[in-house]
């Protein structure tokens, strides 16, 4: 299966898509099964699942972003588009919250190298956590990834 997303404050292409880590769950029967993805510099990926063709449920979760979730109808060669990304979930909890902005706000300004840079608030992934990162994690404050429905 070959899948694409869009990270929330980095075009495509773009080398910082490249090296991007995320977590791909598909329900198999009532249970979720899940795949550690990488993204190349377009933000697609490859999973080989080894499931047969049939309708499965997915969400895909990155360290930074909010979970997204959909259907899926593997095929031999299944393609899906899983869409953008929101930015701004610094501590993994798939919520946008005051957790996250105190985490933005002790690295706010940093760049690598710097005492106290913390890449968990670096959502475009530049090096540096500026008002780029801020507004990423404005945007999406208050709001929650969504989460897998295994039937």
């Not at 956590?129 to 709001?143: M, W, Y």
Request: glycine content about 14%; hydrophobic content about 35%.
């Amino acid at each position: 299966m070959v899948g694409h997303v869009t990270w929330q404050g980095i075009g495509q292409p773009d080398n910082r898509n490249a090296g991007i880590t995320a977590t791909l769950s598909l329900c198999v029967g009532s249970a979720a099964q899940t795949y550690d993805v990488t993204t190349d510099a377009g933000g697609y990926f490859t999973v080989t699942t080894g499931l047969p063709d049939g309708s499965y449920n997915w969400r895909l979760k990155g360290q930074l972003n909010l979970a997204n979730t959909g259907t899926l109808n593997l095929l031999s060669n299944a393609s899906l588009e899983m869409g953008m990304m929101k930015a701004g979930d610094c501590n993994g909890d798939n919520v946008v919250s005051a957790a996250d902005f105190s985490i933005l706000k002790g690295t706010f300004g940093k760049s690598v190298g710097q005492p106290g840079y913390d890449a968990r608030a670096d959502f475009n992934r530049d090096g540096v956590v500026s008002s780029v990162d801020f507004s990423g994690l404005k945007a999406n404050f208050g709001q929650s990834g969504t989460a897998l429905s295994c039937p």
